[in-house]
């Protein structure tokens, strides 16, 4: 069974960077897309970033609120998918998820719908 653990959060100034991980056991994760998504205090779980499947060429997709500023890439020797977050701010404050899509779709999507088998969650924290 096909378990993901986030890992790397951590408390960062405005303007700093982190690198977050989502490790996978049990199944190999270039087969599937992988999102990134996250829930700030008070609100509700937003997608962030997204990454088709290898076989699908690994294509990305970015929420407008951190496009330029947040990669998603995928470690196939370490079966991760890492979340590399620059510039930060005080509103990318928030427990950070990922999880699968396994409908083998050519494009990811984030719509958190389609996703299924979510880790515990990794809290990154904005501030000065």
């Known amino acids: 069974q096909l378990q993901l653990v986030e890992s790397g959060g951590g408390l960062v100034q405005p303007g700093g960077s982190l690198r977050i991980s989502c490790a996978a056991s049990?199944?190999?994760?270039?087969?599937?897309?992988v999102g990134w998504f996250r829930q700030a205090p008070g609100k509700e779980r937003e997608g962030v970033a997204c990454?088709?499947?290898?076989?699908?060429?690994?294509?990305?997709k970015y929420a407008d609120s951190v496009e330029g500023r947040f990669t998603i890439s995928r470690d196939n020797a370490q079966n991760t998918v890492d979340l590399q977050v620059n510039s930060l701010k005080s509103e990318d404050t928030a427990i950070y998820y990922c999880?699968?899509?396994?409908?083998?779709?050519?494009?990811?999507?984030?719509?958190?719908?389609?996703?299924?088998?979510w880790g515990q969650g990794t809290q990154v924290n904005v501030s000065s």
């Open positions: 990454i088709s499947s290898t076989g699908s060429h690994n294509r990305k």
């Open positions: 999880a699968l899509d396994p409908r083998g779709n050519s494009y990811c999507s984030l719509n958190q719908a389609y996703y299924q088998s």
């Open positions: 049990g199944r190999t994760l270039d087969y599937y897309a």
